[in-house]
């Protein structure tokens, strides 16, 4: 076994790696770019380089400065981690050329599944099944057109080099395919260099299954069972499951023979997924699952199949690169219980998802699971890299039980001021069609109107009203408050009433919203109160850095965060709390005022209309190019376009991009 590791990767990766490599008395490096100098994977490692600017171009993705890093440190291997290098296969030769082991597939192997197009012919030579479309050479958008109408609507239109979601687009009707054709190839030609694509039947009711796999230079190919990452949301991953809702015994067969054949074809060693769509139209059926694409590193969603089967992957991709045979044979690789795993973003459902950038002030995850995280509090998520910053992954034995238990931890997230996806992930998991496991990849957009949510509930507001009353000590104790001849600035106004109990008016802001209450005195002398909001009395208490609320909904929040005097956390959402303010800030406002800004600093790729034109509500206006995706800026309202900015613009954060104006 080799000495020491480098991970040419950041992040949660990175950490993961470093746990396993530790626990085996390796040695660990880390590399990391300038933004990424206070990085919690840097501090995981035992030994850390600093490799090159903050894009990644400059940085991560230059294996020249990775291997030099590698020889600085004396490091015996490099773990690519996933995304980045991780299945650049003249990268992988670099590393074998330099004498140091590589901990992933052969380059032939992973030039041969690499590209789309080509390993959908090499599984048909195989005999393993594939999803009719089009892969062809030929890239004319005369060509490309044809086919699209051939194969019939809709169809996906893939990045032949593409992973993850990017360079990937549904379309339903012919006259938007080339707009549609546009769009993938930039994303395509960013993110991967190449803005080739195929096109695909698009399967109405598709579930995403995979099947993880495991290959050693001494001829085993193991399979370690399916999992279900169907939950998608613009093509990529949001929750994942193993093993598979409704799998029957006879479809796993099929799905997992034509994985080991699909490995085998190409000789596969290390870890690797390959993944399928399956038509679950009528259920799942052996002859209803294509094979799709393989993946030639380890997945996102690897915890899943460790939490089911007991096996550390990392350890069995150290020890393949080692040249050790497997660690088990294929009969004694169990199924134990249910795992899922929920992708925490740094993204903000109510704009659309659009990512959420900057200090990480508050950061406190579940306890009692599995997290697996590259930030901490105090940390910052960064423009240049993908927004996840966690995983959430449960263990229990049985679907529903793991099932609830997420969507118990994802209520239990607290972060600000970045925004995340954790109320909308506990709605997901709460939601009575994933329960009862009746989920394909179209689900989300589906139950987009119950997953999402508009503000605060009731119960926040009035903790809301409860946090002012108690930051600004309106009690029995501040008489000043309850005399007729004092006011506060804080407050609204204050009561006073001769044959009653005192009253106290106020107002607080939560999110964005003004909500009027009033503290009503007891005349006991303790701290407690009775607030009056939403047409209800609630007595309430403040105990230490946690608001209880009367009906026994318990809402935390956290002091001097961000310039707000609080911020309250229901369920995985975070509102922010302060007395009144009408300031709006960076991006607010758009849907009154008709101004689209910037959600973060960015380049302009597209206008899809210009000055003068008139817009329907939810039209794209302008796209954004940031954070390795595309992101549509829509119109507000039915208008016309005042004015917009131009193809090309690096723009920053909060900058008007285009104004709609309402009709008159």
């Excluded at 926040?460 to 930051?471: E, G, H, M, T, V």
């Excluded at 229901?570 to 709390?577: H, I, K, L, P, Y």
Aim: glycine content about 10%; charged content about 25%.
């Amino acid at each position: 076994m080799f000495k020491s590791v480098l991970v040419a990767n950041r992040g949660e990766i990175a950490c993961r790696v470093f746990r396993t490599a530790q626990r085996m008395g390796i040695r660990t490096i880390a590399v990391y770019s300038e933004a990424d100098a206070d990085a919690l994977h840097v501090r995981a490692a035992d030994e850390a380089v600093l490799i090159g600017p903050a894009p990644a171009r400059e940085s991560y993705l230059d294996g020249a400065k990775v291997l030099a890093a590698a020889k600085a440190t004396g490091a015996e291997a490099i773990h690519p981690g996933y995304g980045f290098l991780s299945e650049n296969a003249d990268f992988a030769e670099a590393v074998a050329a330099a004498g140091l082991i590589w901990i992933g597939p052969d380059p032939a192997s992973i030039r041969a599944m690499g590209l789309k197009d080509a390993a959908k012919e090499l599984m048909i030579q195989a005999g393993v099944p594939v999803t009719p479309g089009y892969q062809g050479a030929d890239q004319s958008q005369e060509t490309l057109t044809a086919e699209a109408a051939r194969i019939g609507y809709p169809v996906l239109i893939k990045a032949v080099a593409g992973g993850g979601g990017k360079g990937m687009k549904r379309v339903d009707d012919p006259a938007d395919f080339a707009a549609g054709l546009a769009s993938a190839r930039r994303e395509a030609a960013a993110a991967f260099g190449d803005d080739r694509v195929l096109i695909e039947r698009y399967i109405t009711r598709p579930r995403h299954i995979e099947v993880q796999v495991f290959g050693d230079r001494h001829g085993e190919v193991v399979h370690l069972y399916e999992r279900d990452c169907s939950l998608q949301r613009r093509h990529q991953k949001v929750i994942e499951e193993a093993p598979a809702p409704g799998m029957s015994e006879a479809v796993r067969a099929a799905v997992t023979d034509a994985a080991i054949k699909a490995a085998k074809a190409v000789n596969y060693v290390g870890a690797g997924t390959i993944e399928f769509i399956a038509d679950a139209s009528d259920g799942l059926k052996a002859d209803g699952v294509w094979f799709m694409e393989m993946n030639t590193r380890l997945q996102v969603e690897h915890p899943v199949t460790e939490s089911v089967t007991g096996v550390d992957l990392v350890e069995w991709q150290f020890r393949v690169a080692a040249g050790e045979p497997l660690p088990l044979k294929q009969d004694q690789i169990r199924l134990n219980g249910w795992a899922m795993e929920a992708r925490l973003y740094a993204e903000d459902p109510a704009t659309g998802f659009l990512p959420s950038i900057g200090r990480l002030d508050h950061f406190v995850m579940p306890e009692g699971i599995r997290v697996d995280t590259g930030v901490e509090q105090g940390g910052e998520v960064s423009q240049f890299y993908d927004p996840m910053i966690a995983k959430l992954i449960v263990h229990d034995d049985t679907r529903e039980a793991a099932a609830a238990r997420l969507a118990e931890a994802a209520g239990e997230v607290e972060v600000w001021p970045v925004k995340t996806n954790a109320g909308f992930l506990k709605r997901c998991l709460d939601h009575p069609r994933f329960v009862a496991g009746d989920v394909d990849t179209g689900f989300i957009a589906a139950e987009e109107t119950t997953l999402l949510v508009s503000g605060p509930s009731s119960n926040a507001r009035i903790a809301a009203l409860n946090l002012i009353a108690d930051r600004h000590d309106l009690s029995p104790q501040r008489g000043e408050y309850l005399s007729p001849w004092s006011s506060d600035a804080d407050s609204a106004a204050v009561g006073f009433r001769l044959n009653g109990p005192s009253r106290a008016l106020f107002q607080a802001q939560i999110n964005g919203e003004k909500v009027a209450g009033s503290v009503l005195t007891n005349g006991s002398g303790d701290f407690s109160w009775k607030i009056e909001a939403d047409g209800r009395t609630v007595v309430s208490r403040a105990d230490e850095d946690r608001i209880v609320v009367g009906d026994g909904v318990s809402l935390g929040y956290a002091g001097g965060l961000s310039g707000v005097e609080g911020v309250i956390f229901e369920q995985g959402d975070a509102w922010s709390v302060t007395t009144a303010s009408n300031e709006r800030g960076p991006g607010e406002g758009s849907a009154s005022d008709g101004s689209l800004r910037a959600p973060m600093p960015g380049k302009i790729v597209a206008t899809p209309v210009k000055a003068g034109d008139l817009v329907a509500k939810g039209q794209p206006v302008v796209v954004l190019e940031a954070m390795k995706m595309e992101h549509a800026l829509t119109a507000p309202f039915d208008g016309v376009v005042e004015s917009v900015a131009s193809v090309g613009d690096q723009v920053v954060e909060a900058a008007v991009l285009a104004v709609v104006k309402a009709p008159d």
